[in-house]
């Protein structure tokens, strides 16, 4: 057992099987269910590190491509490490590359080895493989890291599926052996796209690598979601029960919803940030398209059961100015409300699993959201 990290399962309600816990990691604790907002670039676009914390967030995301190609890994490492770089001390966590590998650059080749690849910043030609995945994310020094895959596009064939499947199995090992770092957490990826056959066989194999957590790849790609449902619950009998489960990708409140009820521990997704920036807000009921002209002496909060600064101190009539003279304030104040929404329904659910009455949440939130 790591000395580093460790999950606590503290409770399972009794009607779904959702899970409440708490993962200890070196740079603190992270009570699950948990949403993870997602810093790109080594920053949560818009958004203060102390906001951050302010709004609830125990973890963040980087990414490893990203950070690679600007400012380079080996600078954040000379800086100190990522936590000291962006300045924030709680946990982080960094994928490994392999989807912007897969779904921004051109590729010229694929195979076991590794990739090559065109930089999709200024053309240069790259090479990863599973090793050099790893060097970077211990660089830059991430509380947990994954193992570099392949994420296969929806709409592959069984025959196309199973390729990425069993190199995505190749690479792990590889990422296994390549890793030195004891205080990083090395989290396998299960992928095999929609073919259940294909994603059990993928779980026995990240199940051997499974020390100190799981994840779930290649879900919430363009699929139908209760595609990526069905999915969820062909895994779910055979996940393994010690560990945090992570669902990459996936940030929409009904999928956190759906994705807690079925077993699921963590997850991350651009969406809260995203939609924030063009002006949209999630609510307890539903969105709000603050741009819209209804809005325009609309002198009440974006969301009436919010506390946040945004809510506290501003009004959608304010908020749809700022978006209309194009004034970034906008986008900080939304992207500020929707973490901290997202961060709510997280806690919210967590108490519902203590309290064994997660189906009654749910009801209640799709009685005043809505299902999307």
Same mark, same amino acid.
């Given at each position: ?27 603190? !604790? ?8 997602? *810093? ?10 102390? !906001?951050? =914390? ?40 960094? !994928? ?56 296969? %596009? ?8 199973? %390729? ?14 390549? =890793? ?15 073919? $259940? ?27 139908? =979601?209760?595609?990526?449902?069905? &999915? ?16 990459? *990708? ?7 919803? %759906? ?16 939609? $924030?920036?063009?002006?949209? $807000? ?61 961060? =709510?329904?997280?806690?919210? &659910? ?16 799709? $009685? ?5």
């Amino acid at each position: 057992m790591s000395k580093y990290f460790s999950f606590e399962l503290q409770h399972i309600e009794k009607h779904t099987g959702a899970r409440a816990g708490i993962f200890h990691t070196p740079h603190g !604790d992270i009570p699950t269910p948990v949403y993870m907002p997602v *810093g790109t670039q080594a920053t949560v676009k818009g958004v203060l590190p102390k !906001d951050l =914390k302010q709004a609830g967030s125990s973890i963040i995301l980087s990414n490893t491509y990203h950070l690679f190609e600007r400012p380079g890994d080996e600078l954040i490492k000379n800086a100190g490490g990522l936590h000291k770089f962006m300045n924030w001390d709680g946990p982080i966590l960094t !994928d490994s590359g392999g989807f912007q590998v897969f779904s921004l650059a051109k590729l010229n080749k694929i195979t076991d080895d590794g990739v090559y690849f065109n930089s999709s910043i200024d053309g240069r030609k790259h090479y990863f493989t599973p090793e050099k995945a790893i060097a970077i994310q211990e660089n830059l020094g991430a509380d947990i890291i994954m193992a570099f895959d392949e994420c296969s %596009e929806y709409g592959f064939t069984h025959e196309q599926a199973e %390729e990425a499947m069993r190199r995505t199995g190749v690479w792990l090992e590889r990422c296994a052996a390549a =890793k030195t770092r004891p205080d990083q957490a090395l989290f396998p990826i299960v992928q095999g796209n929609l073919y $259940a056959d294909l994603r059990l066989q993928s779980l026995e194999i990240c199940k051997r690598y499974a020390a100190d957590g799981i994840a779930i790849g290649g879900l919430s790609v363009g699929e139908p =979601k209760p595609l990526m449902y069905e &999915m969820l619950d062909v895994l779910r009998p055979h996940l393994p029960e010690d560990v945090p489960r992570y669902l990459m *990708g996936v940030g929409s409140p009904d999928c956190l919803v %759906e994705g807690v009820m079925r077993g699921v521990d963590m997850f991350d997704c651009v969406l809260a940030t995203r939609i $924030a920036r063009n002006g949209t $807000a999630f609510t307890s009921h539903g969105k709000v398209v603050a741009r819209n002209g209804k809005y325009k002496e609309d002198f009440t909060p974006i969301d009436d059961n919010c506390s946040c600064y945004c809510c506290a101190n501003y009004t959608k009539a304010y908020i749809r100015h700022l978006i209309n003279v194009n004034e970034m304030l906008s986008a900080m104040l939304l992207s500020l409300h929707n973490i901290t929404f997202l961060h =709510k329904l997280m806690a919210d &659910m967590r108490e519902a699993i203590f309290a064994d009455s997660l189906p009654d949440f749910a009801a209640r939130f799709y $009685a005043e959201y809505g299902k999307i």
